[in-house]
């Protein structure tokens, strides 16, 4: 049988600035309101997958999220991760959206558990 999950969020970082001006991007997260999609989906025993979409609110900027596991045997799988930012660009040190910092990232990694 396929599982599948479907999973809306709403999230509110209290400290967390109301306007792109005001960010502290040393906070994990630097604006108040989030929303997050995410959809799991397993295709077969041994291969799932995982898909997410994270939207910053104040400045609309994006962060899609796939990832896929696939297991090798009872003690080990393979993880592949992509990560792509949709957002406004910086200009130097003037920051136009949180996400648009955010670099594109490609991870593999193959796990062991003893």
Do not use: W
Request: proline share 5%; hydrophobic share 40%; glycine share 6%.
């Amino acid at each position: 049988m396929f599982a599948q999950m479907l999973q809306l969020e709403q999230y509110y970082h209290g400290p967390g600035a109301a306007e792109v001006s005001a960010y502290d991007l040393s906070q994990a997260y630097p604006a108040r309101p989030y929303q997050a999609l995410g959809l799991s989906y397993e295709f077969m025993p041994l291969l799932s997958c995982q898909f997410s979409i994270f939207r910053n609110q104040v400045d609309a900027s994006r962060l899609y999220n796939i990832n896929a596991v696939y297991s090798l045997s009872n003690e080990s799988e393979v993880s592949a991760t992509l990560s792509v930012p949709d957002g406004k660009a910086s200009e130097g040190r003037i920051i136009k959206s949180e996400f648009g910092t955010y670099p594109k990232l490609f991870n593999v990694e193959i796990r062991t558990y003893i």
